[in-house]
């Protein structure tokens, strides 16, 4: 872009405007440096506390920038990599949340049997709460959401885990069945980027932080529209991973015993006339 | 006490140098210039791939509407443009200015400018499909369009350095402290996702056991290329997953060390590599490898893109780059 165009060659000090055009050439970069800067230089064989003293100097000034806006410059720049770090800092610590127990202490109920920590009521025993960096995260929330930095970073993480598919059939007034298909579908989602968006939608859908949101309708919805159809029946499945042991034995990673239906959402398309949409059982989760 | 406070000094003052070196001194923009041409074909790539469906993942009624996300997303901070419109039309509108500002970027035309647009609209589309749609790769496309903006990243291997040689100007691009603060950021970002994802490794059991890549491979949604053969071969399942481990968690510190740094980035480009080529997310793990290309030195760079830029520059223009 021509703004970042050097008027001149950089060798020429006249054609050093602006700062980044300043440092081009050592020359001007010296020539530019502030007064001060220019009165810290050491002059000529200093003694080696002067050159200790001054070598940072030297080093700045080979910017062409002043102090001023290098103390502003430094203090954004570490501003942003901690907002950067505090977000997947934050993230990651949330679902290692355990409720708040003196050390050693195991729960039971009234017959004595032990509690699950999952099960115990948070108002009675809250989680204990990274205080540090959930403070991080919230007091900075606004700075990460509004850059996208508010990610963590967690692929493959805790552990590589099995994949879910939704399986679709599409009935028109007469009940008819005009579709079917699956969401992913290797054959039908191509380019293989386009296929990994289908696979993350399904995936996301199954979130434990998207239950009972109707999610699955909106899915389904959007499923009838493309297919103008009348009614859908939705399955999701649970594509099970095999042991390098059963892989040797010779079964097959997409064999059908390793397909799990998980549930079943059936969703018909709402008519303006009628109640509201018939919804069968929720599925999916 | 006067030699103790003269040596407290001398650290705090040695400090401040190295930190001026780091941040303020003045590089070739070639590194964030390379980043950008990478980095911007592939915002493009991702965007346009969106096209296929546009209503189904972006459009205000399709598989995550408009209201759902709303119900999610209650923090104003948590922005897109995609929520200024409720119709299809508003929503192509936006999506062929997209198309066009990645472009743009992609071949250096306006450089700073796209890159601004183009960062703008990524998050946008980003935070549109959060949740929704979204994995890594939003992430690295947006950290990547994110560093653009502040250096001058249209400086080389771009549509505006070759119109200024054919306006005659065949002045070499200027050393830059703001390309140089770019690169940083996007280092040190990449230093934070790599500790982040090691970490978040440690608290499974496959990672630390030696299984996970095995897990990973078996996976056939995600399977590209048949690894089964895998199966019959434990020890190197335990070390490629330990490896990938030990490196996403040393990352951070060995890639500034000149001796390790070629270590540390070629097994950048295995590691994404092998993602690309085996799990099916070729554009994940490029953009990953983009985003590392960050921590090469920009004479090396131009030892290896220079060559080619010329030629273009040559055939374009009849002119090279210098």
């Known amino acids: 872009m021509s ?11 006249s054609g050093m405007a602006g700062g980044e055009r300043r440092a081009a050439a050592p020359s001007a970069a010296t020539g530019a440096a502030s007064s001060a800067e220019r009165k810290a230089a050491p002059v000529s064989s200093p003694p080696a506390e002067t050159k200790a003293k001054a070598k940072p100097r030297a080093a700045a000034a080979g910017s062409g920038w002043g102090l001023l806006p290098r103390i502003a410059v430094s203090l954004l720049a570490a501003f942003h990599v901690l907002a950067a770090f505090t977000a997947p800092w934050y993230i990651q610590l949330r679902p290692i949340l355990r409720p708040a127990l003196p050390p050693g202490t195991v729960p039971r109920d009234a017959q004595g049997r032990e509690i699950p920590l999952e099960q115990l009521d948070p108002q009675q025993f809250p989680p204990i709460q990274p205080v540090l960096p959930r403070a991080l995260a919230y007091g900075l929330r606004h700075y990460t ?8 970073y967690d692929f493959f993480s805790p552990d590589p885990s099995v994949s879910h598919i939704i399986r679709y059939e599409v009935f028109d007034q007469s009940a008819q069945k005009i579709a079917e298909g699956k969401l992913p579908d290797r054959r039908d989602h191509w380019p293989r980027l386009f296929y990994h968006r289908h696979m993350m939608l399904v995936e996301q859908s199954r979130d434990p932080a998207m239950e009972g949101r ?15 159809g009348d009614a859908i029946r939705l399955t999701m499945v649970r594509h099970h991973l095999l042991a390098p042991q059963q892989v040797m034995a010779g079964e097959r990673l997409d064999a059908p015993a390793t397909y799990e239906d998980l549930g079943v959402l059936e969703y018909r398309r709402p008519r303006a006339a009628a109640a509201p949409s018939e919804e069968l059982p929720r599925g999916g989760s | 006490m006067k030699g103790a406070w003269s040596n407290i000094s001398g650290y705090f003052s040695e400090l401040w140098a190295a930190w001026n070196r ?20 592939m915002l493009l790539y991702t965007h346009l791939v969106w096209s296929l469906d546009l209503s189904g993942f972006i459009g205000p009624d399709g598989y995550t509407p408009l209201a759902f996300m709303d119900q999610l997303q209650r923090e104003w901070s948590v922005w897109s443009v ?20 990645f472009a743009m970027l992609f071949m250096g035309l306006f450089s700073r400018t796209s890159a601004v647009v183009a960062y703008l609209l990524a998050v946008s589309y980003a935070h549109r499909v959060t949740p929704g749609a979204y994995f890594g790769l939003d992430k690295a496309n947006c950290m990547i369009a994110l560093y653009l903006v502040l250096g001058p990243c249209g400086a080389r291997y771009s549509l505006d350095r070759l119109w200024r040689l054919r306006r005659g100007d065949q002045a070499p691009a200027p050393p830059s402290v703001s390309a140089n603060i770019a ?14 994802s090691g970490l978040a490794k440690l608290e499974g059991v496959t990672w630390k056991l030696g299984t996970a890549m095995w897990w990973a491979a078996a996976n056939y949604e995600y399977q590209s290329l048949d690894l089964t053969w895998l199966a019959g071969w434990p020890m190197l399942v335990a070390l490629i997953t330990h490896l990938t481990l030990f490196w996403e968690l040393f990352y951070c510190c060995l890639v500034w060390n000149r001796f390790t740094r070629p270590i540390v980035l070629w097994t950048a480009v295995v590691v994404h590599g092998g993602i690309a080529l085996f799990m099916g997310m070729i554009t994940f793990g490029l953009a990953m490898i983009i985003a590392n290309l960050s921590f090469l030195r920009p004479e090396t760079v131009r030892r290896w893109v220079d060559p080619v830029a010329n030629r273009v520059a040559l055939a374009l223009v009849g002119r090279r780059v210098g």
């Open chain 1, 214 to 228: 109707g999610w699955e309708n909106a899915i389904a919805r959007e499923l009838l529209e493309k297919h103008e």
């Open chain 1, 3 to 13: 703004k970042d165009r050097p008027p001149v060659p950089p060798q020429s000090a």
């Open chain 2, 82 to 101: 995609f929520a200024w419109t409720g119709s299809m039309w508003g929503v192509w509108t936006i999506h062929i200015v997209a198309l066009v500002a």
């Open chain 1, 145 to 152: 959401n509004l850059l996208y930095i508010n990610n963590g």
């Open chain 2, 22 to 41: 780091f941040w303020f001194t003045p590089v070739d923009p070639a590194t964030l210039s390379l980043v950008r041409l990478l980095g911007g074909g």
């Open chain 2, 183 to 196: 690169v940083r950021l996007l280092q040190l970002h990449l230093c934070v996702v790599y500790l982040f």
